[in-house]
Structures are given as structure tokens and as C-alpha cells.
């Protein structure tokens, strides 16, 4: 069960305690975006895209990405006009 962090109602995380065979203790930041769909084509333009767009509870869709250098990323927030 996800565990939502809120300051003053609003949510700004949450924490997942599920961990798969293998799998080490690690963070993984989720910026908010105004378009999922438009931040995923930029990821993937210069980028790997690790999880495709999904929609999670509460209506929103997330995906993550792995930068050039390495680092892995998620974005979430709603699907933007015509995606």
C-alpha cells in the first residue's frame, strides 16, 4: 500500500514499500507535469524510457526515464489535450 505524504492537503509524495526480488533500498523523484504526454516525448528524445505511461489512482498517469547520463527519473501528471 502506497503511503501519501500531504502538506496542508495537498499531496506531494508518496512512499511505496513494496521491494521486488533483488531490489535495494533507493529513491525515485516524480516531477509533476502539466502535460504527461508532451514531457514523455521529450524524454524519449534525448532519453530512455524506462516505464511507458500508465494511469495511477487518482486519474493522473506517470511514466519514468533513464537521462543520457544515467539517472532515472519519474514525471506524473494529467494527459494534455488530443494524447
Do not use: Q
Not at 5 to 34: K, Q, R
Amino acid at each position: 500500500t502506497y503511503r501519501f505524504v500531504e502538506h496542508e492537503g495537498v499531496a506531494i509524495g508518496a512512499i511505496n514499500p513494496w521491494m521486488g526480488e533483488g531490489m535495494v533500498p533507493s529513491w525515485l523523484p516524480y516531477f509533476g507535469a502539466a502535460d504527461i504526454g508532451a514531457v514523455r516525448d521529450a524524454a524519449a528524445a534525448g532519453g530512455t524510457i524506462l516505464h511507458d505511461v500508465n494511469e495511477v489512482p487518482g486519474g493522473e498517469f506517470i511514466f519514468t526515464a533513464r537521462d543520457p547520463a544515467g539517472a532515472v527519473v519519474g514525471f506524473v501528471g494529467p494527459k494534455g489535450a488530443g494524447r
